[in-house]
């Protein structure tokens, strides 16, 4: 089992940046492939971000290629999404989540989510 807890969402101006944690329970963190995620109200979620177990693959959306980064620090079984210029389309609860399996896209645990909003 794998406990994900989002932190460091809040509200920000458009144009700020912002930085979300994801921190993980278990050793097995490191072996694991990660993703962001986010949901806005009346929409579905959709992928932001995703990392290979060893941090040097990522993927984005096109949303946010170039503003968001994901990384990962497996000796603190954290994982991160640096956000900058943020734009109000960017408000969403996002969530971090793990793929366990052989399949990198398949995610199987997820976080609770942090709540990013922007204002214009």
């Known amino acids: 089992q794998v406990q994900l807890v989002e932190s460091g969402g809040r509200l920000v101006q458009a144009g700020g940046s912002l930085r979300l944690s994801c921190a993980a329970s278990g050793r097995a963190f490191r072996a694991y492939a990660m993703g962001w995620f986010r949901q806005a109200p009346g929409k579905e979620r959709e992928f932001v971000a995703a990392i290979n177990w060893r941090g040097d693959n990522t993927d984005y959306a096109d949303s946010v290629k170039g503003r968001f980064t994901i990384s990962r620090d497996n000796a603190r079984n954290t994982v991160y999404l640096q956000q900058n210029s943020l734009k109000p389309e960017d408000t969403a609860v996002y969530y971090c989540?793990?793929?366990?399996?052989?399949?990198?896209?398949?995610?199987?645990?997820w976080g609770r989510g942090t709540q990013v909003t922007v204002s214009s």
């Open positions: 989540a793990a793929a366990s399996g052989v399949d990198e896209t398949r995610y199987d645990y």
